[in-house]
């Protein structure tokens, strides 16, 4: 079955082909003519299944005729709104309604901080029939009265678990009240759990459940192996697999921002050339890394979760958890990176002995035991007295608690994406 059985508009049709797509994916086919019947819809899939051309195409093909936006001093109009929680996320989606309405007059506008907000501005005169944005640059534009949300249709949420977790919910509570009632709401995202589910009776209206993968799961594609090895030696362990295996893109994850620098910079002390994103790194400095890791003139990629959703690397194989993340959900994310669109990839998770509740978490959101094992050489001290899991398991779960309750990461300290 093609694209064009979904009832697309022939011009959307064509731009799959040109983008190299030759049949829909699970979600696609279910979603698609779901949105096009307008109904609100909660769909979940796994990591690089195609969830945003799911309801990009569909959006592009529902305002195909677009309202102008283009006289001079007055509010851009936005008919249909995307939400991400991070930068990166944000551009990807905001490329690809470019990629697919490159035969279409849809004007298309983005929007996101940690850059100069008067470019975005010039860029909402020209017109914003859809505009991709981060909540806080949105309440910005909101605030200087920018645009108009008044006569929106369409919104959706892209990864609306990751909004939770970054504690954005105040914001989307501000930008719900912008909006009219009368209005077509998309929730995405690849793992739903019971906050998700609350939001959702906030947010939708009769809406239709779309699950393509068994709940919560991790791509089938992607192997995954966990080393038990000591804290100490995790970075010579890492540093060895890149190098002896000659692996040329390897993404790697840590908790902190002050981790992922030390781990980059000790790397690149190792010969193997490594940068850094995280939260605190410049707009600019985090697109030029990751530019260049694609480029392929940096071998590894270390970043913090800021990174785990919205990274579009094409034939990622290798990534690596340096340590497993405090939010269970993150582990599928993080290894969604690679395994994308039905190609293989490598997942490796780095466990030393305090970390196990960590593990246990993961494996209770995935429904599966991972099992463990030793890389030869790098065996672990089991002579060693082991930290206290009692101790570590309680402060994770209060985390936990604290951040579903009240959508605010203690890891991750509030920032205006």
């Known amino acids: 079955m093609g694209f064009s059985s979904l009832g697309l508009h022939s011009s959307l049709v064509l731009a799959a082909s040109q983008a190299g797509y030759q049949a829909p994916t699970p979600i696609q086919t279910q979603a698609i003519p779901s949105i096009l019947a307008k109904k609100d819809i909660m769909a979940g899939a796994q990591t690089g299944t195609g969830k945003t051309a799911a309801f990009a195409l569909p959006i592009l093909h529902m ?13 851009a109009v936005v008919r249909a709104l995307v939400l991400t929680p ?3 996320l944000c551009q990807q989606v905001y490329n690809s309604f470019v990629k697919y309405g490159t035969n279409s007059a849809v004007n298309l506008a983005i929007a996101y901080g940690g850059v100069s907000l008067l470019p975005q501005i010039k860029m909402l005169e020209k017109g914003g029939d859809i505009l991709v ?37 105040t914001d989307i509570n501000r930008i719900l009240k912008r909006v009219p009632a009368s209005r077509q709401t998309l929730l995405f995202s690849a793992t739903f759990d019971d906050a998700i589910f609350k939001l959702s009776q906030k ?32 970075r010579e362990l890492v540093s ?9 893109q390897v993404l790697i994850f840590t908790r902190t921002k002050h981790g992922a620098d030390d781990l980059a910079k000790e790397m690149c002390k ?29 071998r ?17 194989q290798y990534v690596i958890n340096y340590e497993l993340p405090y939010i269970a959900e993150d582990y599928i994310h993080r290894i969604g990176r690679t395994g994308r669109a039905g190609s293989s990839g490598l997942a490796i998770s780095l466990l030393a002995a305090e970390e196990n509740y960590l593990l246990e978490e993961v494996e209770a959101v995935l429904g599966d035991r991972l099992p463990q094992q030793w890389f030869a050489g790098f ?25 579903r309750a009240y959508g605010k990461s203690t890891a991750n300290k509030r920032r205006r994406q």
């Open 379 to 403: 065996e672990p001290d089991l002579t060693k007295e082991p930290v206290s899991n009692k101790k570590n398991s309680k402060s994770a779960q209060k985390r936990r608690a604290k951040e």
């Open 133 to 169: 944005a981060t909540p806080g640059r949105l309440l910005d534009l909101l605030s200087k009265n920018i645009i108009d949300l008044s006569s929106l249709e369409v919104l959706v949420f892209d990864e609306a678990d990751r909004m939770l977790d970054m504690g954005f919910i």
């Open 63 to 75: 305002l195909y005729a677009p309202i102008s936006t283009t006289e001079a001093n007055e509010k």
């Open 240 to 248: 060895y697999l890149v190098g002896s295996k000659n692996w040329k």
């Open 203 to 234: 947010l939708l209206k009769d809406p239709e459940l779309i699950e393509v993968d068994e709940r919560n799961t991790a791509a089938t594609e992607v192997e995954q192996v966990v080393y038990n090895v000591d804290a100490d030696r995790k």
């Open 86 to 88: 991070t930068r990166e």
């Open 300 to 316: 590894v990629l270390v970043a913090t979760d800021v990174a785990a959703r919205g990274l579009d690397i094409p034939e990622l």
């Open 270 to 298: 190792d010969g193997l050339k490594t940068v850094a994103i995280h939260g605190d790194k410049s707009q600019g400095a985090r697109e030029k890394a990751l530019l260049e890791f694609k480029e392929g003139k940096v």
